[in-house]
């Protein structure tokens, strides 16, 4: 079993009360055959909604010196050199996870630092995997300081996700396995490091956020 994340419990009410009334509605007007295919399309809608919002049981991997870690469940569908223009201002190797609406949608943070800059964008709502969703797509940017090496990662909202949650503030001291945040229905992360990190992923590889090493610096 797994338990319920806390951003996913008033979602969770709601689609509890909106499962009975629909049900009541089905059982008092609805034909017999319409009956079961509403109850059992109604059921199926809701177990995916606790789905989304599980909490998954896992280990989370421990903080190693300069490892770091994937802050997200998802597909790996970028490994390139970026020009960094809204905090780092250098080239820098991006590694961007694709997290489908059946993934866990937790972020952590994917190495031990302090919180130095946090920035929220409004913007588009481009499928996530769109080469420019990363610029123009509504997201959240924070910069982790680790031993004077600047990580910066970006929460990006999806064609689906249209909320992005961020616990980050400016002089935290976080660690791996601590919750960054959240997104909501399908969307992606962003890794900016330095070009001298040493990947340690392949392109399209599936990871698992908290356990896989993604680059070592």
Known sequence: MFRIHKEGRNIILIACLAVFVVGLLLINFAPGWLRIIGGLTLL????LIIYFFRIPN????VDKEGQI????????????EVEDTEYLQARCKQISIFMSPLN???NWYPIRGKVVYKHYHPGKYLVAWHPKSSLEN????IVLQYNEVNILIRQIAGAMARRIINYSKVGDDVKPGMEMGFI??????????PVSAVVKVDLNQTVKGGKTVLAQL
Do not use: M, Q
């Not at 896992?58 to 991997?61: A, Q």
């Not at 870690?69 to 390139?80: F, T």
């Open 44 to 47: 199926v809608l809701f177990f």
């Open 69 to 80: 870690i994937a802050p997200a469940d998802g597909k790996v569908v970028v490994i390139e």
């Open 138 to 141: 509504e997201r959240t940017t």
């Open 104 to 106: 866990v949608h937790i």
């Open 184 to 193: 909501r229905f399908g969307s992606r992360v962003d890794v900016l490091l």
């Open 58 to 61: 896992r280990t989370l991997e």
